[in-house]
T-cell receptor, first 113, second 118 residues
């Protein structure tokens, strides 16, 4: 899977929007962009994914750049429960085998009350 | 069940001891993955099952690591002669779909087993 680059950490205030960036300049045309988050002492939790168009669900929104070399996970109104490590992962639709998700170090999101 | 269940939640093993970690995936889920997460790092892939078949074990760090899923549901990750470097959280994930087209869906993870080798 192609490599992604995320900031090590970000800080935001409660009840404000949060924009978590991810760069993936080597993305291929068949790569989906996935986001997972991991709360303290929990396993990773699926958040959202997309291919080309922006996506919205109950947890977050995913904004994908037109050239697909970057994306942004948007939490519209952060709560203390959103404090977690957020992982941006590329998943290849064209690859064979079953090599699982390739996690980087992610972004540690800190929410201030 | 409602989610992926892993047991035990915590395990302390003496160096050289064998351990077995259990994963109960969501009922009916075809795909099952094991990951290893060292402190401060992201999870790393260990092995993958589709039903009872182990299709990929390329991430297993040594021949001391062995995984099985004999009836295509519950899976066990066994570590023989544990070493201190085996200390980590071991995560299990499952999905209802097989790997074809896998990029277009997400996985459900358990809370993991924290293994400490002393």
């Amino acid at each position: 899977d192609a490599k992604t680059t995320q900031p090590n950490s970000m800080e935001s205030n409660e009840e404000e929007p949060v924009h978590l960036p991810c760069n993936h300049s080597t993305i291929s045309g068949t790569d989906y962009i996935h986001w997972y988050r991991q709360l303290p002492s929990q396993g990773p939790e699926y958040v959202i994914h997309g291919l080309t168009s922006n996506v919205n669900n109950r947890m977050a929104s995913l904004a994908i750049a037109e050239d697909r070399k970057s994306s942004t996970l948007i939490l519209h109104r952060a709560t203390l429960r959103d404090a977690a490590v957020y992982y941006c992962i590329l998943r290849d639709t064209a690859g064979g085998g079953a090599d699982g998700l390739t996690f980087g170090k992610g972004t540690h999101l800190i929410i201030q009350p | 069940g409602a989610g992926v269940s892993q047991s035990p939640r915590y395990k302390v093993a003496k160096r050289g001891q064998d351990v077995a970690l259990r994963c109960d995936p969501i009922s009916g889920h075809v795909s099952l993955f094991w990951y290893q997460q060292a402190l401060g790092q992201g999870p790393e892939f260990l092995t993958y099952f589709q039903n009872e078949a182990q299709l990929d074990k390329s991430g297993l760090p040594s021949d001391r690591f062995f995984a099985e899923r004999p009836e295509g549901s519950v899976s066990t990750l066994k570590i023989q002669r544990t070493q201190q470097e085996d200390s980590a959280v071991y995560l299990c994930a499952s999905s209802s779909l097989p790997p074809v087209g896998r990029a277009n869906y997400g996985y459900t993870f358990g809370s993991g087993t924290r293994l400490t080798v002393v």
